[in-house]
Each structure stands twice: as structure tokens, then as C-alpha cells.
């Protein structure tokens, strides 16, 4: 038979043992959030290298039917460099790519005074191509926003805000820019 105190060292060592045991469940649940987020943050990154692959062709493009429209292509030529360099958080990069978008919009605005343009089975494809691309980056900025507003919510959650502040983890950023291709509307079908 075991003393009182014997008793109560084992109750107080179990209690002990359930409560490291909750706090390392906890952590490894952030470890993974977090994890998750960053994978999702690549998905996104891909999209956007994926467009910015496209973007060099789209003004090629319209340069050779809207030559005296320079300042619009330079505007989207200077954006995208400075998109593709950029690699910093996603609040920052969000205002980077909400510049870039607002010059696609511009290209597709002056694709709209070129009938011959807007014509082109290159313009065209390029079109459907951002737009697909488009999607994707949308998709993959729900999937990150969504990792991002769950590991938010544990942060700030009792009892897991509590194993946060111990481990120093701090909310992650949101990532909203604009729709580019979509606001300028679905890509024609050419006739037959």
C-alpha cells in the first residue's frame, strides 16, 4: 500500500506528465500549421513565377500591333521585374503584384482600341493562358489564406494562445491582391 504522500506524488506526477504531454501536442500541431502554410506560400509562388513567365510574351505581343503604347508596356515590363525579385512577406508581396496587376489590366485595356489585336490567335492564347493562370493563383491564395486564418485562430485561442506565447509563435499574413485577367473580361472565341 502506498503512503499518502506516495499517493499524491504519483497524482502530482500524472497531472504533471498530461499536461506536457497537452503542451508537446499542442506545439507539434503548430509545427504542422505552420508547415502547411509555408507549403501552401510555395503554391502560390509557383502560380506567380508561372505568370510572370507569361507576361514578357503578352507584351512582346501587344507591342507589335500598339507600338506607341511604351510607356503602358514599360510600366509592366519594370512591374514585373520587380515582382520576380521581390521575396519578402505576403503583405509586402501582395503590393508589389497589386502594382503588376494594375498594369495587366492597362495592356488589356489598350488591347481593347486594337480590333487586330484583340484578334490574334497569340493575344488570344496568351489571354486564356493568364486567365487559367488566374484561377490557379486565386485557388492557391484560398488554400494559403485558409492555412493562414486556422493557425491565427490557435494563436489566439485559449488554451493553445498559451503554448504560442511560450514558443514566441506570432500570427501569420494574409495574402489579398486583385483578379488581373478576369476583370478584363473572357478571353473571345474567334469565329469560325
Known amino acids: 500500500m502506498t503512503s499518502p504522500a506516495g499517493a499524491a506524488a504519483i497524482v502530482a506526477g500524472s497531472i504533471t506528465f498530461l499536461i506536457l504531454l497537452a503542451l508537446a501536442i499542442s506545439y507539434n500541431r503548430f509545427v504542422r500549421q505552420r ?12 502560380e506567380l513565377r508561372r505568370r ?25 515590363t519594370e512591374a514585373r521585374a520587380t515582382a520576380v525579385a ?3 512577406p505576403p503583405a509586402e508581396q501582395a503590393g508589389i503584384e497589386n502594382r503588376l496587376v494594375g498594369g495587366l489590366r492597362r495592356i488589356f485595356a ?15 492564347a496568351l489571354q486564356e493562358e493568364l486567365a487559367s493562370t488566374e484561377d490557379r493563383i486565386q485557388a492557391a491564395r484560398r488554400f494559403y489564406n ?9 494563436v489566439r485561442a485559449f488554451p493553445s494562445n498559451i503554448v504560442a506565447t511560450m514558443f514566441n509563435m506570432r500570427e ?3 495574402f489579398q491582391v486583385e483578379e488581373a485577367v478576369r476583370h478584363a473580361g473572357a478571353p473571345p472565341v474567334p469565329p469560325a
Open 110 to 124: 489598350v488591347a481593347e482600341g486594337y480590333p487586330d489585336l484583340k484578334a490574334s490567335a497569340s493575344f488570344l
Open 35 to 46: 508547415n502547411l502554410i509555408r507549403d501552401s506560400w510555395a503554391n502560390i509562388d509557383t
Open 146 to 154: 485558409n492555412n493562414v486564418r486556422d493557425y491565427n485562430t490557435r
Open 86 to 88: 521581390a521575396d519578402g
Open 172 to 174: 501569420a499574413q494574409f
Open 52 to 76: 510572370y513567365d507569361l507576361i514578357p510574351n503578352l507584351v512582346e505581343t501587344v507591342r507589335g500591333y500598339a507600338a506607341h503604347e511604351q510607356a503602358v508596356l514599360a510600366e509592366v
